[in-house]
């Protein structure tokens, strides 16, 4: 994790959710271990009361549009309609994540054929410009529909809408003494990464997102990085 540290003060002077326009969810510039201010209970009530409203809310509403999604994408490729994605949640409690399939039916395999992108793929667990997205799935990744089906991942109480990102148990040591800080919370939807713009950032930068979000949780900030995400979502689609 030493790269995270040495990325720390170039960050703290860029703003770290900066966008454009220059403001941010959060201004804080300490990052440690332990969590550096830990919210009142009537935080986690509130956020746990509007995760459910909202999420049930979204669910309701976003239905039949999620039926197009699905027929979509089995006419695209015939393959399955859902992505089950292992997750390590809070206190380390294990799920599946769900997301509208954006890959060929054997993408893990098609890695294996390719040495350079397996490589690339396993330095920051993800492709700039991954050849395994279905022509449904570019689509659903630029407006982020792909991500919508956590919803129901939220309304059960295994996600957040707003929290560090998503990650498989294999990322964990990746966090090095970082890990147990992490799993010290619910990952969300959205998050300080997905409104950084700064989408393709290392992997050791990431971890310094999400470290930053935990030490500033506060009602305002998820609120303000809701707010943030809509922006990031209506001018991703065009809107």
Same mark, same amino acid.
Not at 111 to 133: F, G, V, W
Not at 201 to 207: G, L, M, N, P, T
């Given at each position: 994790?030493?790269?995270?540290? *040495?990325?720390?003060?170039?960050?703290?002077?860029?703003?770290? !959710?900066?966008? *454009?326009?220059?403001?941010?969810?959060?201004?804080?510039?300490?990052?440690s271990t332990p969590i550096v201010r830990e919210p009142s209970r009537f935080y986690y009530t509130v956020k746990r009361?509007?995760?459910?409203?909202?999420?049930?809310?979204?669910?309701?509403?976003?239905?039949?549009?999620?039926? !197009?999604?699905? =027929?979509?994408?089995? #006419?695209?490729?015939?393959?399955?309609?859902?992505?089950?994605?292992k997750i390590v949640g809070q206190h380390g409690r294990h799920f599946y994540a769900l997301k509208f399939r954006t890959? &060929?039916?054997?993408?893990?395999?098609?890695?294996?054929?390719?040495?350079? #992108?397996?490589? %690339?793929?396993?330095?920051?667990?993800?492709?700039?410009?991954?050849?395994?997205?279905?022509?449904?799935?570019?689509?659903?990744?630029?407006?982020?529909?792909?991500?919508?089906?956590?919803?129901?991942?939220?309304?059960?109480?295994?996600?957040? #809408?707003?929290?560090p990102r998503i990650i498989h148990p294999g990322e964990l040591p990746r966090f090095g003494e970082f890990a147990q800080?992490?799993? *010290?919370?619910?990952?969300? &939807?959205?998050?300080?990464?997905?409104?950084?713009?700064?989408?393709?950032?290392?992997?050791? %930068?990431? !971890?310094?997102?999400?470290?930053?979000?935990?030490?500033?949780? *506060?009602?305002?900030?998820?609120?303000?990085?809701?707010?943030?995400?809509?922006?990031?979502?209506? =001018?991703?689609?065009?809107?």
């Amino acid at each position: 994790m030493k790269q995270v540290i *040495s990325t720390k003060l170039k960050h703290e002077e860029e703003g770290l !959710v900066s966008n *454009s326009g220059g403001d941010s969810a959060c201004n804080i510039s300490a990052l440690s271990t332990p969590i550096v201010r830990e919210p009142s209970r009537f935080y986690y009530t509130v956020k746990r009361l509007i995760d459910t409203v909202l999420s049930l809310s979204g669910l309701i509403v976003l239905m039949p549009i999620f039926l !197009v999604i699905a =027929v979509c994408i089995k #006419l695209d490729d015939r393959g399955e309609v859902l992505h089950f994605r292992k997750i390590v949640g809070q206190h380390g409690r294990h799920f599946y994540a769900l997301k509208f399939r954006t890959m &060929i039916p054997n993408a893990d395999a098609y890695l294996q054929q390719y040495p350079e #992108l397996l490589r %690339e793929y396993q330095k920051n667990m993800k492709l700039m410009h991954d050849p395994r997205i279905t022509r449904v799935g570019r689509f659903l990744r630029k407006t982020s529909l792909d991500e919508f089906p956590q919803l129901f991942n939220v309304l059960v109480g295994q996600m957040s #809408l707003v929290g560090p990102r998503i990650i498989h148990p294999g990322e964990l040591p990746r966090f090095g003494e970082f890990a147990q800080k992490r799993l *010290s919370v619910k990952p969300g &939807i959205t998050g300080l990464w997905q409104i950084s713009g700064r989408q393709h950032i290392s992997y050791d %930068e990431r !971890v310094l997102l999400d470290m930053k979000y935990i030490d500033t949780r *506060s009602g305002m900030n998820d609120l303000l990085i809701l707010l943030k995400t809509l922006k990031v979502l209506l =001018v991703h689609t065009g809107t």
